[in-house]
């Protein structure tokens, strides 16, 4: 009986082919409407699980998390600086670091942070170490850079309309593990090399340096308008003013901190985080949220569009298995004289009967 059907498949391959492909098809919708989802959830609980609390300004709950956790490019706005001072002093919180974007380098994202947010999320290091001066760069495992190379940062992306940071280079001093988030893509600097790259950070020897100016700040919350008068300004305020042999400096000063984008915070307890949430939330000037709930709804969301692939794949597979069926009963119209020849030679109803559904069955599993 089997090879019965084998070698009447093989005379039909064509149409055997057809439907293989149509079976597989539909079998691969439904099962990656599923794993697709699942996948997603997966990456981003993965990629928010070490940010415990972040503050920014008020504005968007979703855009904050999707810039600060998966370093999308927004233009977000800007908090007053003495915040980042005032969660530092805060005895709740373990630690909190800022963290500054705007700028690219090959289309990876520069993102400007300390080496507490490093030490405290990062898995640690394939080679290399950590920075140490403000002319020095981390790479995340998915940047095609080793130890020693050089960065050479744009402001914005080429393709669209960025121009690149005359005069300034960092040095790549290290390589981090892979962590599989989109931290993985990132090039890590200090935060105050983005403040000086910008003209808004303490100049050295200077007590205050950028609160004053306004175009500044929108430089650093990825305000990528207007790049022409944006590049002038930077000349006329110092846009210079990086000193790749200049030491880190991350004792944060109240009154003397440029606005900031975001600030991933640690709290030390799970009551201190809700404490620091809501406090941040009630001041008027910032905004605190979890990652994870956040996420949350960005999940409801999804379920919604998964509801509806899964009915169109659903669909897929009704019409697939209809064609199956009319594919069945003109392949056995078809083959009258033979069915009637089987009969002849004395084959049972059944052997037919099986010999069709096998042929069917081959298709499906094969499918």
């Given at each position: 009986?089997?090879?019965?059907?084998?070698?009447?498949?093989?005379?039909?391959?064509?149409?055997?082919?057809?439907?293989?492909?149509?079976?597989?098809?539909?079998?691969?919708?439904?099962?990656?409407?599923?794993?697709?989802?699942?996948?997603?959830?997966?990456?981003?609980?993965?990629?928010?699980?070490?940010?415990?609390?972040?503050?920014?300004?008020?504005?968007?709950?979703?855009?904050?998390?999707?810039?600060?956790?998966?370093?999308?490019?927004?233009?977000?706005?800007?908090?007053?600086?003495?915040?980042?001072?005032?969660?530092?002093?805060?005895?709740?919180?373990?630690?909190?670091?800022?963290?500054?974007?705007?700028?690219?380098?090959?289309?990876?994202?520069?993102?400007?942070?300390?080496?507490?947010?490093?030490?405290?999320?990062?898995?640690?290091?394939?080679?290399?170490?950590?920075?140490?001066?403000?002319?020095?760069?981390?790479?995340?495992?998915?940047?095609?850079?080793?130890?020693?190379?050089?960065?050479?940062?744009?402001?914005?992306?080429?393709?669209?309309?960025?121009?690149?940071?005359?005069?300034?280079?960092?040095?790549?001093?290290?390589?981090?593990?892979?962590?599989?988030?989109?931290?993985?893509?990132?090039?890590?600097?200090?935060?105050?090399?983005?403040?000086?790259?910008?003209?808004?950070?303490?100049?050295?020897?200077?007590d205050e340096h950028g609160q004053g100016h306004g175009h500044e700040d929108e430089h650093a919350g990825h305000d990528h308008a207007g790049h022409d008068a944006a590049h002038e300004n930077d000349e006329a305020h110092g846009?210079?003013?990086?000193?790749?042999?200049?030491?880190?400096?991350?004792?944060?000063?109240?009154?003397?901190?440029?606005?900031?984008?975001?600030?991933?915070?640690?709290?030390?307890?799970?009551?201190?985080?809700?404490?620091?949430?809501?406090?941040?939330?009630?001041?008027?000037?910032?905004?605190?949220?979890?990652?994870?709930?956040?996420?949350?709804?960005?999940?409801?969301?999804?379920?919604?569009?998964?509801?509806?692939?899964?009915?169109?794949?659903?669909?897929?597979?009704?019409?697939?298995?209809?064609?199956?069926?009319?594919?069945?009963?003109?392949?056995?119209?078809?083959?009258?004289?033979?069915?009637?020849?089987?009969?002849?030679?004395?084959?049972?109803?059944?052997?037919?009967?099986?010999?069709?559904?096998?042929?069917?069955?081959?298709?499906?599993?094969?499918?």
């Open positions: 009986m089997i090879r019965f059907a084998l070698a009447d498949l093989k005379r039909l391959w064509a149409g055997s082919v057809v439907i293989v492909l149509l079976v597989a098809l539909a079998v691969a919708l439904g099962v990656g409407v599923t794993l697709q989802e699942r996948a997603l959830r997966l990456g981003s609980a993965r990629a928010a699980e070490k940010f415990y609390v972040i503050v920014g300004a008020p504005g968007s709950e979703t855009q904050l998390v999707l810039s600060a956790v998966f370093l999308q490019p927004a233009a977000l706005p800007l908090m007053p600086g003495e915040v980042l001072a005032e969660l530092n002093d805060d005895p709740r919180v373990e630690w909190a670091a800022p963290v500054g974007f705007g700028d690219f380098h090959a289309g990876y994202p520069i993102v400007g942070t300390t080496t507490t947010l490093i030490e405290g999320t990062a898995g640690g290091f394939s080679r290399g170490g950590m920075f140490r001066t403000e002319g020095e760069a981390v790479v995340g495992s998915a940047v095609p850079l080793q130890p020693g190379e050089t960065i050479v940062p744009t402001h914005g992306q080429v393709e669209q309309g960025g121009h690149e940071h005359e005069g300034v280079r960092y040095r790549v001093s290290g390589r981090l593990n892979s962590t599989g988030t989109p931290w993985d893509r990132a090039i890590l600097v200090p935060i105050q090399a983005v403040w000086h790259v910008h003209g808004m950070g303490l100049a050295p020897g200077h846009h210079r003013g990086l000193d790749a042999d200049a030491p880190l400096d991350e004792d944060w000063h109240r009154g003397a901190l440029p606005g900031l984008p975001a600030v991933l915070v640690k709290p030390r307890t799970i009551a201190d985080a809700y404490r620091l949430r809501q406090d941040y939330r009630a001041d008027g000037r910032t905004l605190a949220v979890f990652p994870g709930e956040v996420l949350t709804s960005l999940y409801a969301t999804l379920g919604d569009a998964r509801q509806v692939l899964a009915v169109i794949a659903s669909g897929t597979q009704l019409l697939v298995a209809a064609a199956l069926l009319m594919v069945t009963v003109i392949h056995v119209g078809q083959r009258r004289r033979q069915i009637g020849a089987l009969r002849a030679f004395g084959a049972p109803r059944s052997a037919v009967f099986g010999i069709v559904w096998l042929e069917l069955s081959m298709l499906v599993g094969l499918g």
